[in-house]
């Protein structure tokens, strides 16, 4: 207890609690915007960083990458265009509610899941961290791979409605990541010798193009038709209590998803948020709804990208493996002031571990508290007379595409994205599939020819390892469940039809 | 409204715009660097030191630009295409200089640059779990000649200068590993963690932040490193291979020679500032600074040195 | 959705079906180029190992999509309602907008290229108080550029005529 208090009073200082403050709302602002992630986030404070105090530093980072999470969800709900790829799940129920004038229950809900996720991922950290970190040295390249083929459940999960095409969409985005250069041996893969493509096609301008300019497109289309009058409600609404009724084992379980993934170095929180909301639509009670403005969706996908921020401290703690560019630079900053990352970490420097504890604490309330009053602006936005929003969703969306690599090609991803998309959404292909697509597909191919080359051309060891083999067995559990559902129920209809001949 | 006053205000309205251009001493606007990585990395953070010590050197603003994609060769390339005045430049590290361009075709080569000073240089080593068995080059050597084909050797990148340093490994000992490519170091990291790879080269700062989990049976470097003198150097066992990781300014070839020595001479300030020295010393890193022109030798001698081993594994286009 | 305007003549899933068979026909016969058979290859598993596999599914699923949109060609238009030409001008208008915007920021810069497409598409969109188009243009761009140049820090494409834009 005695450290816990060490650890507190290392952070109850002015110029510490402001760092907080200033780092998340910096960070809600970078995710709010389209495009800009919080990799810009750091760009901005890195000078400041290097010389101010080690604690400040850590908390103004730390607020960054708690902000930065949070942040996108507000754009998915708001304006259908996820500010970073962390919130595309998010879109899929919060724009829906918000389009149908409740964006400030939405904001509600998602800002209520993103404390919850938060503040459970620090318990996590506080209680689990060296069993964690170890445990997830048992994920090779072998078991990621296994993960990555899991993780493609969403797809299917999502694309219920138009099975098929949402597959297609799904492959696509598979496929389209493969442009640029190969990942594991870095030759040059379907970029007919043009240069500029060998950059690759990008997850953030495809995302970018896909969702905010083919809106932009698809409202073009729609101005000749009459719409509804839509009376939006401007502010943040709380969710009821009574609405968490039934709601709370998916709300436990999509932390534990979250946390469980973040603290795998290199997963990160979009595939997360997918795999908890896919889980959501799997079992939830309101599954029907999903997709439809159900807040179920919303609490699965920020709860559990959420709960990354704290569990992917895990490793970059105890292991000394930063799993994004945010935790990275903290990992530099702690080092330079003689902190050596590893296990030995949490019995030597525990006041320390205890000290980042509370800042992700306070990251988690101030991000809650900047939510809730940022609501009252966010929401107006959709008072804005529909050109001018969408002209500068447009302008900020490209601008934000252009910012992540400075790279000229990256425009001309986002563009032609945005007419793929505006094609595909009116011919009811959906968008979401080929988004987790292009998330997951550098994971698994990576995995996969990593395997190989570990097991020396193998794919049966790949059976030989028993996390590998339980995960491949619920993914085709999962998969064949509603055939098997099927077959019984044909077999019952089939029986009770003889029974009434006979 | 006096027509005098109008004028005044309008042309220093338009100086403020820089419409009109004084004609000034290079440099008279921002400079732009070029980092061809994301900002947060190891070369961003560097650039981004050295940045601001220099810049007060030139007496002008320095904007670091980051463009990144394709193994850096994207940011490497827009600065040879920049326009010969002065005003872009590129922090350039090993691997877009003298690596990528012997994999694959590239709009530019080492011939495509004025070089203006080296930046860092850092010593590279051999690590392996603190629990390893080995504890000496020969350790591993000798267990790789006695089980060939068995040992992983890790690499960050194929074709980075850690798989280089591999090659040269492997070319001067005979013995038989495997490279196992993985993304960036973090990951590679892991994979020696979870045990499915058994070493991999890594910089020197790395080590020493990771002293609590691995240990170096080499250090890549000809002379002992200061910053390290007791860890032994592969020429100490034997084998002598020198795989600095290291990147220095540049900008495209033809800049005016006032303006490519007013730069040098600005990040030669701009390294001996206390905030370059002390970052680098956080980094465990020796300040390296090296001339334009010894600079410009030290690159081709590496390029035709990394030529001769990416051909050897057959990786050269 | 019931909707008056005329349909597309021609089924747009059906269409978009046959443009991803083409593709990925395309795509598996370049991934037997040469070109790939020289590349260093890793256990086997050269750089088209993966997307061959992503293409064959892709082939198999958009040969789904075509039989299913043929045989079935009401199921899919249930979800959109056919375009209007007007609508589609509009659109097109847009997209060229676009376009051109982007080819623009790279020959006049990002501050002065915004200010005219933050002027033109509100207009496409047939917005008409050209006063607040115009304010709106202005201090919009000139906003983004401030906050990216000046405080995020990030260079953008100048013009030739400027220093700072």
Redesign the interface.
């Given at each position: 207890m005695d450290v816990a208090l060490l650890g507190l009073e290392q952070i109850l200082t002015w110029q510490t609690m402001l760092a907080v403050v200033l780092g998340t709302a910096l960070g809600v602002a970078v995710g709010v915007l389209p495009g800009l992630g919080s990799v810009v986030g750091i760009t901005m404070v890195l000078p400041f960083t290097l010389t101010m105090g080690q604690m400040p530093a850590v908390a103004v980072l730390l607020g960054i990458y708690c902000g930065s999470v949070y942040g996108g969800s507000i754009t998915a709900i708001i304006i259908n265009t996820p500010g970073t790829p962390q919130a595309a799940a998010t879109a899929l129920d919060g724009y829906p509610m918000a389009a149908r004038g409740e964006a400030d229950l939405a904001l509600g809900w998602a800002t209520t899941a993103s404390l919850i996720g938060g503040l459970f991922s620090v318990l996590v950290l506080m209680l689990a961290a060296p069993q964690l970190a170890a445990f997830s040295l048992n994920f090779t390249s072998v078991e990621y791979f296994a993960l990555g083929v899991f993780a493609l459940i969403c797809i299917a999960q999502v694309s219920q409605g138009s099975m098929l095409r949402g597959l297609l969409s799904g492959a696509m985005g598979m496929f389209v990541a493969t442009v640029g250069v190969d990942p594991v041996i870095g030759d040059m893969r379907f970029t007919f010798d043009s240069f500029a493509l060998s950059a690759g096609i990008s997850l953030i301008p495809a995302i970018v193009g896909l969702f905010a300019l083919s809106e932009m497109f698809v409202r073009i289309a729609e101005r000749y038709t009459p719409t509804v009058k839509v009376d939006f409600k401007v502010g943040f609404k709380m969710p009821p209590r009574s609405a968490w009724r039934g709601r709370l084992v998916l709300l436990l379980k999509s932390c534990l998803i979250g946390s469980f993934i973040g603290a795998l170095p290199g997963t990160g929180a979009a595939t997360s948020a997918f795999i908890s909301y896919s889980e959501a639509k799997r079992s939830s009670p309101n599954r029907a709804r999903i997709g439809k403005g159900e807040p179920d969706g919303i609490i699965a996908a920020e709860s559990a990208n959420n709960a990354v921020t704290g569990s992917a401290l895990v490793p970059t703690l105890a292991l000394g493996i930063p799993g994004d560019p945010v935790t990275a630079v903290m990992l530099g900053t702690l080092i330079v002031q003689g902190i050596t990352p590893g296990p030995r970490l949490f019995i030597e420097h525990l006041d320390v571990v205890y000290a980042i504890f509370f800042i992700l604490i306070a990251a988690n309330v101030a991000m809650f508290a900047i939510g809730a009053v940022g609501a009252q602006a966010f929401t107006r936005v959709l008072r804005v007379p529909e050109s001018l929003l969408m002209t500068a969703v447009v302008v900020i969306a490209l601008l934000g595409a252009y910012g992540v690599r400075g790279n000229s090609l990256d425009l001309v991803i986002a563009f032609a994205a945005g007419i793929v998309g505006f094609v595909m959404r009116r011919t009811g292909f959906p968008i979401a599939p080929m988004v987790i697509g292009m998330v997951l597909s550098p994971m698994i191919e990576n995995a996969l020819r990593q395997s190989l080359m570990l097991t020396r051309g193998s794919f049966w060891a790949f059976f030989e390892r028993p996390i590998t083999l339980a995960l491949f067995v619920v993914t085709a559990a999962i998969l064949l469940w509603p055939l098997v559902r099927w077959l019984l129920r044909a077999a019952k209809t089939h029986n009770d039809a003889q029974d009434r001949r006979t | 409204m006096n027509f005098r006053i109008f004028v005044a205000a309008a042309v220093s309205g338009l100086a403020v715009l820089g419409l009109v251009q004084p004609a000034n001493a290079f440099p008279d606007r921002p400079v732009t660097m070029v980092v061809p990585f994301s900002a947060g990395g190891g070369t961003d953070i560097t650039a981004r030191t050295l940045a601001g010590p220099m810049a007060e050197a030139l007496g002008s603003e320095l904007l670091v630009k980051n463009t990144a994609g394709a193994g850096g060769t994207i940011g490497t390339a827009e600065v040879a295409a920049a326009r010969t005045v002065g005003y872009t430049i590129g922090m350039m590290p090993v691997g877009p200089m003298t690596t990528q361009p012997h994999l694959r075709k590239l709009p530019y080569s080492p011939e495509s640059f004025d070089y203006i000073c080296l930046a860092y240089s850092a010593p590279s080593s051999i690590v392996v779990r603190k629990d390893s068995p080995f504890n000496s080059l020969a350790d591993m050597v000798d267990y790789a000649k006695a089980n060939p084909g068995k040992l992983n050797f890790g690499v960050q990148a194929i074709g980075s200068i850690p798989h280089v340093a591999g090659l040269g490994l492997v070319d001067a000992t005979g013995i038989d590993i495997a490279f196992i490519p993985f993304k960036g170091s973090a990951p590679t990291f892991k994979a020696m963690l979870d045990g499915s790879v058994d070493m991999f080269v890594a910089h020197i700062s790395f080590l020493t932040q990771n002293a609590d989990q691995v240990k170096s049976i080499a250090m890549l470097s000809d002379e002992p490193v200061s910053t390290a003198p007791d860890l032994p150097t592969a020429k100490q066992q034997g084998v002598p291979l020198n795989f600095p990781i290291w990147g220095g300014l540049v900008a495209p070839k033809g800049i005016p020679a006032e303006a490519r020595d007013t730069l040098e001479s600005a990040c030669e300030k701009g390294m001996n500032s206390k905030a370059f020295g002390d970052r680098m010393a956080d980094l465990r890193m020796p300040v390296t600074f090296m001339k334009g022109s010894d600079f410009e030798t030290f690159v081709q001698a590496e390029f035709a040195r990394n030529a001769k081993l990416l051909a050897k594994a057959g990786l050269s286009n | 959705m019931a909707?008056k305007?005329p349909r597309l003549p021609v089924n747009?899933?059906s269409?978009?079906?046959c443009v991803?068979l083409a593709a990925?026909t395309f795509?598996l016969w370049?991934t037997f180029d040469p070109a790939?058979d020289t590349?260093?290859?890793?256990?086997?598993?050269?750089?088209?190992?993966?997307?061959r596999i992503?293409?064959v599914?892709?082939l198999m699923?958009?040969a789904?999509?075509l039989a299913?949109s043929v045989t079935r060609p009401r199921v899919?238009?249930t979800?959109?309602?056919a375009?209007?030409w007007?609508?589609?001008l509009?659109?097109l208008l847009?997209?060229v907008a676009?376009?051109l915007?982007?080819y623009l920021?790279?020959v006049i810069g990002?501050l002065l290229a915004?200010i005219a497409?933050?002027f033109v598409?509100?207009v496409?969109?047939?917005?008409r108080r050209w006063v607040?188009?115009a304010t709106?243009a202005a201090v919009?761009?000139t906003a983004?550029w401030y906050v990216?140049e000046m405080?995020?820090?990030?260079?953008?494409?100048k013009s030739p005529?400027?220093?700072?834009f």
């Open positions: - | - | 909707s305007t747009g899933t269409l978009v079906a991803t990925s795509m370049h790939y590349a260093f290859a890793s256990a086997g598993r050269g750089p088209v190992f993966f997307p992503l293409l599914i892709m699923l958009s789904a999509v299913q899919p238009e979800e959109t309602a375009l209007a007007r609508a589609l509009s659109v847009a997209a676009t376009g915007y982007l920021i790279y990002y915004s497409f933050s598409l509100p496409v969109f047939g917005y607040v188009t709106f919009y761009a983004t990216f405080i995020f820090r990030i260079v953008l494409p005529w400027f220093i700072y």
